[in-house]
């Protein structure tokens, strides 16, 4: 499951629970290539498809007639996986993958075997997961499969419960001693993997789903992350457990983490699995399958953070896309299409939760677009913002072949002009630029950019510079030269270009850049250097004038630096520029680079 109650669902209890239940929604389970392993890269580029639990989670009318989740069923699955073969297999998409519940009834009773591994429930699945998984293979497709972290206390039998393949073990001798719980919805017991029997019940249940065919396995409730923190809620050793398990089976399943996992342990999810949550589920539990404002639109703010951590054998997992099928979905079409695109731009695993059976014109298309679809499968890189998180957006990465995939995102409430100027880009001049979502030639474009968008609205661009490269002059936040006030101090940092930078910027602290020359008047792209563990904002002013507040996303910790550039107005000659952290906390700044012209 992914956000759902997991131990017992009563029926009005399941928004709140759900949204601490099993989060997302793949499963294909393989040893991650940068764990050290020999065989063939998995998640070579994010994995494609269709998962249940949107539809399992949602109360659109119809969706789920014999209770809360009891959409997932054989027919169900086997209806999308036939679906998915005919309209979408061509594009890319070639995962079906089953969710939470797969092994409960419609009253959340589970079914184990004799080992304590969760077998399918009869009247889900009463071909047997194996069956499930052979008809989707037969189709071409691959199959996914889900399970929470830790030992169910459904499982544990009392402890008499007896491990599979390991003589003398039992239940008892897996978990620690006081039954402490563990994962996002305290529904499984902690496993203890100082002892010798733990490793052997993770590897009898890779066993069983290696058996049964499954390709890619989600683990969820998986912490630090899912809500928890502290020790009894670290399943780092499991996830470990996991790919040492899934290695020894000697099939490819790759490994995807669920729900919104700690960045803490960034490296962590990179070296043992091929996917991981950054985010809350992407489900408003609702009448329909998602909203805007629960919680599509938390992406943009929660992205930037993880973008440096994705890349093959691993990606960043914004959740299900549900953009297909119209009133459904809840959105708009604009929401629906930034949505689309951002999941493209951040190289997430392109996996509807839609009823693939109903999918309506627009939403076909925004599935099966294939430039679009092309930003994340190819060669391009995770994209992040180049300007502020602010209501008007501009995201861009530099591709291999020196163009730019460049996103405009109106994140506000009404339309609105968005720019993306080549400045900000780092070269001057001209730049041809393609639409992708329209497939259409803007042609050769001066100096930038600029759509009108509507409410939520955005556009995706490739755009090839033809210009020269933009000269700048640096200008360190450490210098004698600059003024420091409030709080401001310098402070050491290996990743910042001078080896230092200037923190403590809150509750009034000011650092003022002095003496920035520029040759004439006009409005220059200044590219701010900074670091960031979180999302913070300043005020940033020149030569005494009034102040402009923009949020700058995070970079992920506090030993990263990251760029985003602002327009300042600057006047011939010798200027100031002002960050004032006002009454909250602002990032620290490493140092600005000013374009040598306007």
């Not at 940068?34 to 969706?63: D, E, F, I, N, R």
């Not at 009404?414 to 070269?427: E, H, I, T």
Request: charge should be negative; glycine fraction near 10%; charged fraction near 20%.
């Amino acid at each position: 499951m992914r956000s759902s109650s997991y131990s017992a669902l009563p029926a009005r209890t399941l928004r709140a629970a759900v949204v601490l239940a099993l989060a997302a929604g793949a499963v294909t389970v393989a040893p991650a290539a940068h764990a050290g392993t020999t065989a063939p890269t998995l998640a070579a580029k994010p994995y494609m498809g269709w998962s249940s639990w949107s539809m399992q989670s949602s109360k659109y009318p119809g969706l789920n007639p014999d209770g809360d989740y009891s959409y997932l069923t054989e027919a169900n699955v086997t209806q999308q996986t036939d679906a998915l073969a005919a309209k979408l297999k061509k594009y890319g998409y070639d995962h079906v993958n089953i969710d939470a519940g797969w092994w409960r009834d419609t009253t959340w009773k589970p079914e184990y075997d004799q080992y304590g591994r969760q077998q399918a429930d009869p009247k889900r699945f009463p071909s047997g997961m194996k069956a499930v998984a052979d008809r989707i293979h037969a189709k071409g497709l691959k199959a996914g499969i889900y399970l929470p972290a830790g030992l169910e206390k459904d499982a544990y039998g009392d402890g008499k419960t007896p491990i599979w393949n390991a003589d003398g073990c039992t239940t008892a001798d897996i978990v620690y001693s006081d039954l402490r719980t563990t994962n996002g919805w305290d529904s499984s017991y902690k496993l203890d993997f100082s002892r010798p029997c733990t490793q052997k019940y993770i590897d009898s249940q890779a066993q069983l789903i290696a058996d049964w065919g499954y390709d890619l396995l989600k683990l969820d409730g998986v912490g630090p992350g899912s809500g928890k923190s502290g020790d009894q809620y670290d399943n780092v050793a499991d996830v470990a457990a996991w790919n040492k398990a899934i290695t020894a089976t000697g099939r490819p399943i790759h490994l995807e983490l669920s729900w919104s996992l700690d960045i803490g342990h960034a490296a962590d999810w990179k070296k043992y699995s091929n996917g991981w949550r950054i985010d809350t589920d992407v489900e408003c539990y609702c009448n329909t399958l998602v909203t805007w404002e629960n919680s599509v639109d938390d992406r943009w703010d929660d992205t930037p953070g993880w973008t440096k951590y994705a890349g093959p054998g691993g990606w960043n997992d914004l959740d299900s896309l549900d953009v297909g099928n119209g009133r459904m979905d809840g959105l708009t079409k604009a929401e629906r299409q930034s949505y689309a695109t951002l999941w493209a731009i951040a190289k997430s695993p392109l996996f509807t939760g839609d009823d693939l059976t109903k999918l309506d014109s627009y939403g076909l298309s925004l599935l099966t677009n294939r430039e679009v679809i092309a930003v994340d499968q190819g060669d391009t890189p995770p994209a992040r913002p180049i300007t502020p998180s602010d209501p008007q957006q501009v995201w861009a990465a530099k591709n291999l072949d020196g163009s730019y995939t460049v996103a405009l995102f109106n994140l506000a409430g009404s339309p609105a002009a968005v720019s993306a100027s080549w400045a900000s880009l780092g070269f001057t001049g001209k730049a041809s630029v393609r639409d992708l979502w329209n497939h259409e030639n803007l042609g050769s474009l001066k100096d930038k950019v600029t759509e009108a968008l509507p409410a939520h609205g955005s556009r995706l661009f490739t755009v090839t510079p033809h210009g020269r490269a933009l000269a700048f002059t640096g200008n360190e936040a450490e210098s004698p030269a600059n003024t420091l006030a409030g709080n401001a101090s310098v402070a050491d940092c290996s990743a910042c270009s001078g080896g230092k930078k200037v923190g403590n910027l809150y509750l009034g602290g000011r650092l003022t850049f002095n003496d920035i020359v520029v040759p004439e008047a006009g409005t220059y792209q200044v590219r701010i250097a900074y670091v960031s563990g979180d999302a913070r904002s300043a005020a940033i002013s020149t030569n005494g004038g009034g102040a402009t507040t923009h949020k700058f996303p995070s970079t992920g910790d506090w030993g990263t630096v990251e760029t985003v550039s602002v327009p300042l107005i600057l006047k011939a000659g010798s200027n100031t520029i002002t960050f004032d952290s006002g009454t909250g906390y602002a990032p620290d700044i490493d140092r600005i680079d000013v374009p040598k012209s306007s």
